[in-house]
């Protein structure tokens, strides 16, 4: 795990400031090392509060840990930093007869691409973009419709875990109001 994913657990873990010194003495580094990882954090779209008496303190955003996703669900989890798309990773791996099942993720895509081809903005930051190669042991008739699946639970994950409610917009993209 890299300097910034570690600082970034222990913030996320705590609900108050976290002084330098203490996680320089926690992580074994120089606080020089603790600050130039604060500032990847906040480049890779977190908000940190900083305090020269107090420390600092996650105000908002996530980082997608893919050792951690991979040890919960089961199955290797790729995250690509500057990713085409999470579709053509997924797609490389086919290629390559890599392992399935196989989760791709990104935080942006360069070239992503919808349904029909069609390109589609992905944000620098704050995103999460995600492929799943799958490789059933049936017809494509025979398959459940993952796609509709996965957009219904994501609406009641962030309906239960938030109460804001969000909409499904033909075939997989969430919206919350007239936004995505």
């Known amino acids: ?12 873990e705590s609900n108050q400031f976290v002084s330098g010194e203490v996680l320089a003495d926690k992580m ?5 090392s603790i600050w130039k990882a604060i500032k990847s954090l906040e480049n890779q779209g977190l908000v940190i509060e900083k305090s020269k008496v107090k420390g600092y303190k996650l105000l908002r955003g996530d980082l997608l840990l893919p ?9 290797p989890v790729t995250l690509t930093a500057n990713s085409i798309s999470t579709q053509k990773d997924a797609k490389d791996s086919i ?3 890599g392992q399935t099942p196989h989760l791709f993720l990104a935080t942006n895509q360069k070239k992503a691409k919808g349904r029909m081809n069609r390109d589609f903005f992905t944000s620098n930051t704050g ?9 059933p ?3 494509y008739a025979q398959l459940n419709p993952y796609t509709l699946m996965v957009a219904s639970s994501i609406v009641k994950a ?6 804001i409610e969000t909409q499904i917009k033909w075939v997989n993209d969430i919206y919350l109001g007239q936004k995505k």
Request: proline fraction near 0%; hydrophobic fraction near 35%.
């Open 1 to 12: 795990m890299k300097t910034s994913e570690k600082i970034y657990t222990l913030l996320n």
């Open 28 to 32: 074994n580094l120089s606080r020089t």
């Open 67 to 75: 050792n951690q996703i991979s040890q919960a669900i089961g199955f």
């Open 95 to 97: 290629t390559a007869n």
């Open 127 to 135: 995103g999460i973009y995600m492929s799943l190669h799958l490789k």
């Open 137 to 139: 042991n049936a017809t």
């Open 158 to 163: 962030i309906s239960r875990l938030t109460g």
